[in-house]
Every structure is written in structure tokens, then in C-alpha cells.
């Protein structure tokens, strides 16, 4: 009896270590590590909170800023809640859950952006720090001293609810499958790519009018509103969507089949309840990074691309009094 139970724990190791889960999750570790190796060197020599001079805000600007990053960190934790609510209902750590960790530890990726030029100007009335990227190797844009992170309102808070984006296109998914039932699988995940395109454009346009962050550059022929510091560049708006859009499908299929994510699948192989948890926590923590690295460096090459700061960005913009 022993002697069975042996062979077929060791039969499910050997099948786990060749599941998608079990890759996913190694990758969550090596993602998380690398991010660790970034910013615990980053903190050991000091947080700080630089501020420039030769800049005005207005007062009815100050208060929007103040007034969203509340907002943020309320509807961070009110996602959190959900989110750890629906794992502990189901007894297991949820597609959107695991998801949503990964994009929060993800951000630890944040100064790719501007990684060899500015993509991307953040509003330096905003809660901000430092940028811990000089701890990346080869990080090297214009005025690498005076890079800031706004860990409340694009870096930290920012990339943990991308989840909301991901949710906004599969509401709108739902909605194109519910609506035209008979539609096969081409037809509807192209529905579906283009539905998260309108979508990610609709809720940059309110986040960029709300004056933390700016896209410093942008090909005038794909961009809204070009030649403004409100730009939204849709190349941006097309790389959020290959984003979104795996996790997506995912979704999809698990509500409507009742299929296992893939990244999840093995990790029932695990020994334990716990064990399972803990491999599709790790598996969504490596997805989430793995897309959100993805997405980075494709904002970064359309960068290139793209034309001369908008003449009419604000001075709280940085690094308009840098020029």
C-alpha cells in the first residue's frame, strides 16, 4: 500500500514538472527575485522624494490629482477584498486573483518605460519617489537623476488594478458573445480584440485628462488627439490589448466550458490543497509579469517612432523643466 502510494506521488511530480503551471509558476519566482534584486538595493540607498523647481499647477489640478490617488488606493483594496473573498469562496486562488498579484508585483518593472528614452512623463505633484532605475541593467535615458515613480497613482496602485482593464474587455466580450451567439471563434475573439481597443482608448482618455502621466512621444498618423500632451497614442492602446486579451480568453473559456485557465493546468497535481494554491498564486504572478514586460517593451520600440514632446505639455509634467 505504501509502496503504491509512493509511485503515485511520484508519477503526479513528474507530471507536474512538465505542466504549463509549474513553468508559470517558475517564472513567477525568477520574475519576483529579479524585482527584489532591483529594489531592495534601491531602498538600501535611500527613498527619497525629489522635487523640481520652475513648474505651476494649478489649485483645481492639485486637487484632482490629490482627489485620484485617494481613489486609486480605495479601489485597490476594495479589488483586493473581492478578489480574496471569491479565492476563499471557491477554495482555490482564482484566475484573477492570481492575475492581479502578478500585475502588483509587476511593477517593479515600471522604469522600463523610459528605458533608453522618455515614453512615458508622470505629473511630479503626485506621491512620488526616486526611480530605482539605475538597478537595471542598461537603463540609461535623458536625465536618469531627475526619473520619478508615482508608486500611488501610476507605478504601484497604477499596475495592480489592471485588472481592471482586463475585466472592462471581457464585460464587453460578454456582451458580443451573448449578443451574437452563433459567431465562431475568429470571428469573435477579432470582435473582442477590437472591443479591447475602444476600451483601453476610453479609460486612457480619462486617466491622461486627469494630469498624472503624459505619453512623451507618439507617430502622429495612429495617435488621438496628436500634437497634445493628452495624445493617446494608438499603438499603446493596441499593445494594452494583446495585454488583456489572453487573459481574456481565459476567462472565457473557464466560465462559458468550465475550462481550466492554462496557466493553471497541473497544478492540481500538487499533493496538497495548499500546494495547488500556492503554484497557481506563483503561475499568475509569472503571467501577469511575463504580459506586462511584453507590453513594456513593445510601448518602448513604438516609442521610437513617435515624434517630439507635445509643445503644450504641462510644466508639471516632467521633465518639461528639465529641457
Same mark, same amino acid.
Given at each position: ?146 526619473? $520619478?515613480? %508615482?508608486?500611488?497613482?501610476? &507605478?504601484? !496602485?497604477?499596475?495592480? #488594478?489592471?485588472? *481592471? @482593464?482586463?475585466? /472592462? ?115 499568475? $504572478?509569472? %503571467?501577469?509579469?511575463?504580459? &506586462?514586460? !511584453?507590453?513594456?517593451? #513593445?510601448?518602448? *520600440? @513604438?516609442?521610437? /517612432? ?18
Amino acid at each position: 500500500m505504501t509502496s503504491t502510494l509512493g509511485t503515485a506521488t511520484a508519477t503526479s511530480a513528474r507530471r507536474l514538472v512538465h505542466a504549463p503551471a509549474f513553468w508559470w509558476a517558475l517564472t513567477g519566482i525568477v520574475f519576483t527575485l529579479a524585482g527584489a534584486a532591483v529594489l531592495i538595493p534601491w531602498a538600501a540607498h535611500g527613498v527619497r522624494s525629489p522635487h523640481y523647481g520652475g513648474d505651476s499647477i494649478s489649485p483645481a489640478r492639485t486637487i484632482v490629482v490629490v482627489t485620484v490617488q485617494v481613489l486609486l488606493v480605495l479601489t485597490l483594496i476594495a479589488c483586493a477584498v473581492h478578489l480574496t473573498r471569491t479565492s476563499l469562496r471557491r477554495g482555490q486562488v482564482t484566475l484573477d486573483a492570481g492575475i492581479a498579484a502578478g500585475f502588483l508585483i509587476s511593477s517593479w518593472q515600471s522604469p522600463l518605460l523610459d528605458y533608453r528614452d522618455i515614453t512615458v512623463v508622470v505629473n511630479q505633484h503626485a506621491a512620488h519617489v526616486n526611480s530605482w532605475g539605475p538597478y537595471i541593467p542598461g537603463w540609461n535615458p535623458p536625465h536618469p537623476e531627475l526619473q $520619478i515613480e %508615482a508608486p500611488i497613482a501610476v &507605478t504601484g !496602485v497604477g499596475f495592480g #488594478l489592471l485588472i *481592471l @482593464w482586463v475585466w /472592462a474587455q471581457a464585460l464587453a466580450g460578454r456582451k458580443i458573445a451573448d449578443r451574437f451567439p452563433r459567431w465562431g471563434p475568429l470571428r469573435l475573439w477579432t470582435a473582442i480584440l477590437i472591443a479591447g481597443i475602444v476600451t483601453d482608448a476610453l479609460i486612457e482618455a480619462a486617466w491622461l485628462n486627469t494630469g498624472i502621466y503624459s505619453y512623451a512621444h507618439a507617430w502622429k498618423p495612429v495617435t488621438l488627439f496628436a500634437g497634445h500632451w493628452y495624445n493617446i497614442p494608438l499603438s499603446a492602446a493596441f499593445a494594452a490589448t494583446l495585454f488583456t486579451t489572453p487573459f481574456v480568453v481565459m476567462r472565457h473559456l473557464e466560465q462559458t466550458r468550465g475550462a481550466v485557465p492554462w496557466i493553471y493546468r497541473g497544478a492540481e497535481l500538487a499533493s496538497t490543497a495548499r500546494g495547488q494554491n500556492i503554484i497557481r498564486l506563483l503561475a499568475g $504572478i509569472g %503571467a501577469g509579469n511575463t504580459a &506586462t514586460f !511584453v507590453y513594456l517593451v #513593445l510601448c518602448v *520600440l @513604438w516609442g521610437l /517612432a513617435g515624434g517630439p514632446m507635445p509643445a503644450d505639455t504641462p510644466s508639471y509634467l516632467w521633465p518639461m523643466n528639465a529641457r
